[in-house]
């Protein structure tokens, strides 16, 4: 079984619709990351969270939501859909340690807004 | 700020050295990272070097880090069709736990 697991794996959905894509992890780590990924611009960090208790905005976290429902629950709403947010979203869990912190990702979620 | 910034498509063939190039501008980076992804998958980390190190080897991976040019590189010795896919440099800038990334590299080989 995957260390981190996203669903769904595919979505399709329409314009102004609301949805939520979500992420668990069975890596016991504190550290929980959305990143999207559009090709040419690589990974953008949309949220993430330290704890249970600690939300952070990324980069573009602008149309985005976020829930820690539990320190192996991460999901991402996406309220309003626009097609610009068409993309592969990945999720990532990290340890908390000072050395080098590998991420661990999940799968990826394509999501497509017609 | 931080930046990341990396050639967005190499093509080698079959048996030769790839050398995948990356510019990062944060300073303070404590480590940085080469994230392999292969087609339909997530990230995984491939290999990682310690911002006081000028090289690390690991088996067929060479990675160098100019510290002064804030130029980080990855070579892969005889590059095998199984190497191909896109490779993500990152950079953890210091003081923060979260990973920076270029926007990947696509590795492809032929016979």
Same mark, same amino acid.
């Given at each position: 079984?995957?260390?981190?697991?996203?669903?769904?794996?595919?979505?399709?959905?329409?314009?102004?619709?609301?949805? %939520?894509?979500?992420?668990?992890?069975?890596?016991?780590?504190?550290? %929980?990351?959305?990143?999207?990924?559009?090709?040419? @611009?690589?990974?953008? @960090?949309?949220?993430?969270?330290?704890?249970?208790?600690?939300?952070?905005?990324?980069?573009?976290?602008?149309?985005?939501?976020?829930?820690?429902?539990?320190?192996?629950?991460?999901? @991402?709403?996406?309220?309003?859909?626009?097609?610009?947010?068409?993309?592969?979203?990945?999720?990532?869990?990290?340890?908390?340690?000072?050395?080098?912190?590998?991420?661990?990702?999940?799968?990826?979620?394509? @999501?497509?807004?017609? | 700020?931080?930046?990341?910034?990396?050639?967005?498509?190499?093509?080698?063939?079959?048996?030769?050295?790839?050398?995948?190039?990356?510019?990062?501008?944060?300073?303070?980076?404590?480590?940085?990272?080469?994230?392999?992804?292969?087609?339909?998958?997530?990230?995984?980390?491939?290999?990682?070097?310690?911002?006081? *190190?000028? *090289?690390?080897?690991?088996?067929?991976?060479?990675?160098?880090?100019?510290?002064?040019?804030?130029?980080?590189?990855?070579?892969?010795?005889?590059?095998?069709?199984?190497?191909?896919?896109?490779?993500?440099?990152?950079?953890?800038?210091?003081?923060?736990?979260?990973?920076?990334?270029?926007?990947?590299?696509?590795?492809?080989?032929?016979?």
């Amino acid at each position: 079984d995957a260390d981190v697991t996203q669903t769904p794996r595919n979505r399709i959905t329409k314009t102004g619709k609301r949805i %939520m894509l979500e992420c668990s992890q069975t890596k016991g780590h504190d550290r %929980m990351y959305w990143y999207r990924q559009d090709p040419g @611009l690589g990974l953008r @960090l949309i949220y993430y969270s330290f704890d249970v208790k600690d939300i952070n905005k990324g980069e573009i976290s602008d149309g985005y939501s976020v829930s820690r429902q539990a320190q192996a629950k991460f999901s @991402l709403s996406l309220e309003s859909a626009i097609p610009n947010q068409t993309a592969l979203y990945f999720c990532a869990t990290s340890d908390k340690g000072q050395g080098k912190t590998e991420a661990f990702f999940g799968q990826g979620t394509r @999501l497509t807004v017609v | 700020g931080e930046d990341v910034e990396q050639s967005l498509f190499l093509s080698v063939r079959e048996g030769d050295s790839s050398v995948i190039n990356c510019t990062y501008t944060d300073s303070s980076s404590t480590y940085l990272y080469w994230y392999k992804q292969e087609p339909g998958a997530g990230l995984q980390l491939l290999t990682y070097i310690f911002s006081n *190190m000028d *090289m690390k080897q690991d088996q067929r991976l060479t990675v160098l880090l100019n510290k002064k040019d804030k130029h980080l590189s990855l070579r892969i010795a005889d590059t095998q069709t199984g190497d191909s896919a896109i490779y993500f440099c990152a950079e953890r800038p210091g003081g923060y736990n979260k990973l920076i990334f270029g926007a990947g590299t696509r590795l492809a080989v032929h016979p």
